[in-house]
Every structure is written in structure tokens, then in C-alpha cells.
């Protein structure tokens, strides 16, 4: 029998209100209390049932709960948190909920939910570290309740088994649901951590394609997105900032609508206001892009209220120095014209140029341009704001991220601070740094003592975006005259926007064409065009144009040297590893590579990888074939897409599946449609039926390969990848189609016609 201690100072430590211990059902509904779903993120702080340790707590109803630092935005990760515990806990998947957990908790208890690379950031729920965290606390659960009932029924535990939340003893017959001994379980301190079982025994990881969680409430409607926050005592308020980034109020005339129906009151957002940290913050991403814009809000008893007399509230701007750019092509025209100029960052370098030899010269210029990121939901947060305590409601990708945001924008100590975590409604980057939280703040500390919802309007979401970083490229390629491959590349290319975050070279200078060997001499550089219009974390930050660019330059070479696209990347690939090459090979073929199409029908391919491609056995490698269709007036449609990848292993094929056909969606709408426009320095599109999207009808068949995993034991990350790929795949088929080389997105704004 194994010895069994009680672990007092555990039973204390969980026993204790702690502020945050929320908990944000996404289970299916159970019958012992009101619906989880509908009793929001900020219902009661004490636990359900017992605790084993700040992640997993068992009812006395069998009810499982795993709380799960990261957010749900639609790519289950939450879902897999879950699925990754019951493979140790063996307890009954019908029976097991997810909470969102507790940013504050995680400060009070020194980091108790911080496991691995960016805990709480959305997604990432398939990391090394933290998977190997989830089974461990499933195992050791499993045991802790082994070893109570083996106390009660006088027996050793390692003569118990357990399935579906049933512990049982062979020998006399006897069984025990997890709910009867959870209390008891909760309280024991194993002499040694299990150690979980081997990889090749697991039954759910991989094998199961587990429908998420989070699915009934949403088709019910029950799940609590911010947007959806109703507190006692709430008020609403409409937000505007000035509409040249950078620009500050100068003069506004709040007599004119504070007798308006319904308003309490007219605040102005000075960004002088933020308080600043009392401790040196913990942020995921820092504090450097959440600095407060100049603004005016209208608090009011409701939100149409509140919009209503924002209206009508006469405001005067300073624009500032941003009315310099007169339209985005201006902008653009002087991004083009730093690349390679002196002071360039050189981010790759190898070889000599001047030894590169060749008659064949391949030269071109690339560009992607501003795009907003277009979540459904727009930005929101409910902030209450005292003398001596912060509270806020958010739909935040990453609820440390905001948790310190509030900090600072306050002044508060951490412990002062609670955030609670809602479910978001879309998310691609734009709520990841917080920026949208501190508004929320900075209006709600205006107005101390009634929570304020704060809403930026549709408008006010898009033409406030932190947009795609633009990026334009030139690339030269020198030919080899006997292989036909690159002897040499040269690539300068310039960001578009200030801020460092966002200056990323991933699908660039990482590229196995230039760490692979294939390609002796390589020179490849970096400048900025630092202006004030706001840029952020675009799906795939800045990878998302880089392989646009570079996989459209691959092609014009495979062209120019006269070889099939296809079997020049192998080419260039042979001695990178075999998973790009299964990938292209695999990919290929599903979309009947090499077969006649009629004039007018084309096939492209690419490939890239996410997040870096310069390390073997890495991130998620995609191969994308494209296959469309021009008319001879230039109409285009993207008819068919095969997309086959590499992530190493996956855990759920279907959340895998649903991540790569939304990656790859996300890549075809910027391909086809996407751009902002910019006049006298701001944006002029306010809403989605100015900003052009796919719709439904326009959607292509995508069909997800899994023939060329290689088994290795990663499970990187999947939804960012395929929006690299699916981009230069379309250009290349279209120029397969018609002959047409498009070297800017988007393309429908391009000429597509042919003869």
C-alpha cells in the first residue's frame, strides 16, 4: 500500500478565498447548478470541488474542471488542455469542463499557471513543456485518488484501475466514482510524482478527433464574449480617437450634449494620464506598443445613447505631423526607396557577390500593403476603476498581457488588479498587445465607482487598427548556366511602421533556400519606414508577406531557368530534409501537379514554414497548390486548394484540419481582396462593406493532407502557417493561367485579362 500523508498546507493554500478563482464553464451543461455558461466569468470565486493544485478540480458530482491559462479564439485550446489531462486522469470525457484561470491567482501564487513559452498567450496549448506539465497533473491526480480509495478500502493502490471516473478493485468487486474520493484525494501528498505513461500508450493524443468544447455554447448562444458583459450597476461608452494616428484633441464642447438622454458624463484620454507599473511589469509583449491615444468618450445609461451624443459632440483635432502621407502609395513609393541603401540591416550574408556567375539574370519588385485584421467582434473591455482596486471584462488573447496593461494604466499594485477573461470573437493578432484595455481603462478611471463598457464602434475598430505591417522587397537572382539555380541572391526589403515588435524577417532571411546550401552567395537586408500609422501582429506577423514575396521570386527563377516549379524547389530544397520535399511531392500530387490544363486554368504551388524555418524539425512546414481559373476579361477563381504539412505529430486531426482551412482562408482574402486606404494620413475604410472580403460562394474546396507528417514528436503550432503559402501559391497559378506575373497583393485590383 503506498503511504499516504495529508498535505495540510495544500489543503490551506486551495481552502483560500484567492481573487480570480473564477471559473468560465465551456463544458457540456450539467445538471448540479445553474448553466456554467450563463453564470459568466465573473460568477463566484469559490471552487466547485476539490482542488488538486491551482489546475484541476473534481466535484463531488465527478464534474472534472481544467483551468487553462490561454484563451479560446477559435483555435481549441482549451480543448486540448483538456484532452491532454484526461489522458493521464482517465476520468470521463462527458464529465470534464474548462475554465479560464486566473492571471491574478498566477501573480498571488507566484506563477502557478506560467508553464513554458508564453503561458497565457492564445494557443501554443500543444508546447513541449506544457503538455508535459498537463500530463503530470493528470497523472498525479489519478494517483492521489488511487490512493484514496486504497485507504478506504484497507488495499494497495497499485491494485486499483481506473477508467471513465471510476476507480475499481478487481479482487473484491468494490468501485468508486472520482466525486467520493475527491475530498479525501485533494489532500494527500504522494511520495513521488508518477511518472505518466510512454507516448506510444497514449488513447486520446493523437487517435481522438474530440469535438470542442466550447461548440454547444456557442450554437446556443450562451458562451459570454466581452461583448456580452452585463454587470450590476454597468454604464456604456462610445470611444473616439483622433482619426490621424498620433493626432490629440485640441478642443471639444462637451456643454453641447450633457443633457443629451441617458449621459452621465464626457471624458477626454490623455495619454499623460497613464500612471505607470509600481512593480516592473511581467507583460508577454511589454508596454512599448500599448501607449494610450488621444481621445473623447460619452458615458451613458446605454450604448446607443452614449454613440448618439458622441455624434453630436463637436471635436477639433491637431492632427499632427501623419497628414504628411496623402495616400498609402506615397507611403509605399518611399518604403521602396530605403531598400539597400547604406545603413540597411544585413540580416543574411554568405559567399561573395562578386563571384556569382550566370547569364541568366532574374530581377523583380514585391509589395504587400496595409490590412486590418477584421475580427467579428469589435474591440471591447468593461472596466470598474476605485480609489484603491481595478477590475476588467476582456476579450484579450493574452490575459497577462492585459492583466499588467491594467496595472499600468492604473497605477495599482498587481494584487489590487483583477482580469477576467472572456471568450473572444475573432482576434488574428489585434488583441494580443492590450492597447484596446487601456482605453477601456483610461475612460473607466475617469468616471471611478460603475463599471463602464467601453465599445469602439465598427468604425472606430477599423480605422484604429494596429494593421499588417507593409512590406515591399526587391529581389536579383544570378542563375547558374549548367543547373539553372540561384549562384546568387540578392534581397532588400523595408517595413512599413515603428514599431520593433512587429519588424519580424520569419519567411525572409530564415528560409531553407538560404541555410540549406544550394545557394552560395546570398546578401539579404532590412530597413524600416518608421511613420504614424499604427501596424501590429497581422496573422503571422510580417511571414505572412515575406513568403508572399520570396515563393512568387522562387517561381520567376524555376521559370527563367526553364524547369518545372515544382522540381526546382526540390531542387533547391534536396539537401534541407525531407519533410519539405514530402510535403511539395505529397501536395503536388493530390492537385494532379503535371497534368493539362485548357488556356485559362492554372496550378501554383509553395511552401514555408511557422514560426522558424531555419532549424530542421521545426514549426509547421506547408505546401500549398492552388488551382484557378481566369477568364479572358480577368475574372478570377480560385477553384480548388491542397494543402499538405509537417508539424511533426498532431493531437486532434480535426482541430488540426479546421486551424490550416482557416489559416489558409485568411491568406486567400488578403491575396484576393485586402488593402487599406489611406487619405490626408488616415484610413478611410470604417466598415466590412467597404473592406472588401471572400464571401461564402467565393470560397475554394481546400482539402488537408496528413500523408507527409513525419512522426517527429513536436506538435508545433498550426494556424499561423498556411497564410504564408496559400498567397504566392495563387500568383503563381494565375501566371500559369494566363502568363500574367502579379508581384502585389491584392490581386483582383490587378489587370488579369489574356488573349
Not at 492564445?122 to 503538455?131: L, N
Not at 477568364?631 to 484540419?657: H, M, Q, T, Y
Request: glycine share 10%.
Amino acid at each position: 500500500m503506498n503511504s499516504i500523508t495529508l498535505d495540510r498546507r495544500r489543503f490551506i493554500l486551495v481552502s483560500a478565498a484567492v481573487g480570480g478563482g473564477f471559473a468560465l464553464g465551456i463544458g457540456r451543461a450539467v445538471a448540479r447548478e445553474a448553466d456554467p455558461v450563463q453564470s459568466g466569468p465573473w460568477g463566484p470565486d469559490s471552487p466547485h470541488g476539490s482542488e488538486f493544485g491551482a489546475w484541476i478540480e473534481i466535484a463531488p458530482d465527478d464534474i472534472v474542471t481544467v483551468r487553462v491559462p490561454q484563451p479560446e479564439i477559435g483555435n481549441g485550446a482549451m480543448t486540448q488542455a483538456a484532452m491532454t489531462v484526461t489522458e493521464e486522469l482517465a476520468c470521463d470525457w462527458g464529465k470534464v469542463r474548462v475554465a479560464f484561470a486566473s492571471i491574478q491567482r498566477n501573480h498571488i501564487e507566484n506563477g502557478v499557471y506560467a508553464v513554458g513559452f508564453q503561458p497565457f498567450f492564445g494557443g501554443h496549448s500543444t508546447a513541449a513543456k506544457r503538455m508535459a506539465h498537463l500530463l503530470q497533473l493528470g497523472a498525479s491526480a489519478r494517483e492521489r485518488l488511487k490512493a484514496a480509495a486504497a485507504a478506504r478500502w484497507g488495499v494497495s493502490a497499485t491494485d486499483i484501475a481506473v477508467k471513465d471516473s471510476v476507480l475499481s478493485h478487481a479482487a473484491t468487486g468494490r468501485t468508486l466514482r472520482f466525486g467520493e474520493v475527491a475530498a479525501d484525494a485533494a489532500r494527500i501528498g504522494l511520495p513521488a510524482e508518477p511518472t505518466p505513461k510512454p507516448r506510444g500508450e497514449w488513447r486520446l493524443i493523437g487517435k481522438a478527433s474530440l469535438p470542442k468544447l466550447n461548440v454547444p455554447a456557442i450554437v446556443h448562444g450562451t458562451a459570454a464574449y466581452g461583448i456580452d458583459v452585463r454587470v450590476p450597476g454597468m454604464l456604456h461608452a462610445a470611444l473616439l480617437q483622433c482619426p490621424v494616428h498620433g493626432g490629440r484633441l485640441k478642443r471639444h464642447t462637451p456643454e453641447a450634449v450633457r443633457a443629451m438622454p441617458g449621459v452621465r458624463a464626457i471624458v477626454v484620454i490623455d495619454p499623460a494620464k497613464s500612471r505607470g507599473s509600481p512593480v516592473q511589469d511581467k507583460s508577454t509583449f511589454g508596454m512599448g506598443d500599448t501607449t494610450a491615444q488621444s481621445g473623447v468618450a460619452v458615458i451613458a445609461d446605454h450604448y446607443w445613447q452614449a454613440r448618439q451624443a458622441l455624434e453630436a459632440l463637436p471635436v477639433e483635432w491637431d492632427l499632427g505631423g501623419g497628414t504628411q502621407w496623402a495616400d498609402a502609395e506615397a507611403i509605399y513609393t518611399a518604403a521602396r526607396a530605403l531598400r539597400g541603401k547604406p545603413g540597411c540591416e544585413i540580416l543574411k550574408a554568405a559567399g561573395e557577390m562578386a563571384k556569382a556567375s550566370g547569364t541568366r539574370v532574374v530581377e523583380a519588385d514585391y509589395g504587400t500593403p496595409y490590412c486590418e485584421n477584421a475580427a467579428m467582434e469589435p474591440l471591447n473591455a468593461t472596466v470598474l476603476v476605485t480609489a484603491d482596486r481595478a477590475e476588467a471584462w476582456v476579450a484579450t488573447q493574452d490575459q497577462q498581457q492585459a492583466y499588467w496593461v491594467v496595472i499600468d494604466e492604473t497605477g495599482l499594485p498587481p494584487e489590487k488588479v483583477t482580469v477576467h477573461q472572456t471568450f473572444v470573437g475573432g482576434g488574428f493578432g489585434r488583441r494580443t498587445q492590450a492597447d484596446d484595455v487601456r482605453m477601456a481603462v483610461a475612460v473607466a478611471r475617469e468616471f471611478p465607482g460603475r463599471p463602464i463598457k467601453v465599445i469602439w464602434s465598427r468604425e472606430e475598430t477599423f480605422r484604429q487598427g494596429r494593421y499588417r505591417t507593409p512590406i515591399f522587397a526587391r529581389y536579383r537572382a544570378t542563375l547558374d548556366d549548367a543547373t539553372g539555380l540561384p549562384n546568387a541572391v540578392e534581397g532588400d526589403m523595408a517595413y512599413v511602421g515603428t514599431r520593433q515588435t512587429f519588424k519580424l524577417p520569419l519567411g525572409y532571411s530564415d528560409q531553407p533556400y538560404f541555410h540549406g546550401g544550394a545557394i552560395p552567395n546570398i546578401r539579404l537586408t532590412g530597413a524600416s519606414l518608421p511613420i504614424h500609422i499604427l501596424n501590429g501582429a497581422w496573422r503571422a506577423p510580417c511571414y505572412n508577406s515575406h513568403v508572399f514575396t520570396l515563393e512568387t521570386f522562387i517561381d520567376e527563377c524555376a521559370v527563367a531557368a526553364g524547369i518545372d516549379p515544382l522540381d526546382y524547389r526540390l531542387k533547391l530544397l534536396a539537401h534541407w530534409g525531407k519533410p519539405w520535399s514530402d510535403a511539395l511531392r505529397l501536395a503536388a500530387e493530390k492537385a494532379g501537379w503535371g497534368g493539362k490544363l485548357p488556356r485559362g486554368e492554372g496550378l501554383g504551388i509553395a511552401i514555408s514554414c511557422w514560426p522558424v524555418a531555419s532549424i530542421p524539425d521545426n514549426g509547421s512546414v506547408v505546401a500549398t497548390v492552388a488551382r484557378v481559373a481566369v477568364s479572358k476579361a480577368g475574372e478570377l477563381r480560385v477553384a480548388k486548394v491542397d494543402v499538405a504539412f509537417d508539424c511533426g505529430s498532431i493531437a486532434n486531426p480535426n482541430a488540426v484540419r479546421a486551424q490550416i482551412e482557416g489559416g489558409t482562408m485568411f491568406g486567400l482574402n488578403a491575396a484576393l481582396f485586402e488593402e487599406l486606404t489611406v487619405k490626408n494620413g488616415a484610413i478611410v475604410e470604417g466598415n466590412f462593406d467597404e473592406y472588401r472580403m471572400t464571401r461564402i460562394h467565393e470560397a475554394p474546396a481546400i482539402d488537408i493532407h496528413f500523408g507527409a507528417l513525419s512522426g517527429h514528436e513536436r506538435m508545433a503550432i498550426i494556424g499561423e502557417a498556411p497564410t504564408g503559402p496559400i498567397q504566392p501559391a495563387i500568383g503563381n497559378a494565375i501566371f500559369a493561367a494566363t502568363g500574367r506575373r502579379l508581384r502585389r497583393t491584392p490581386f483582383t485590383k490587378q489587370d488579369m485579362s489574356w488573349s
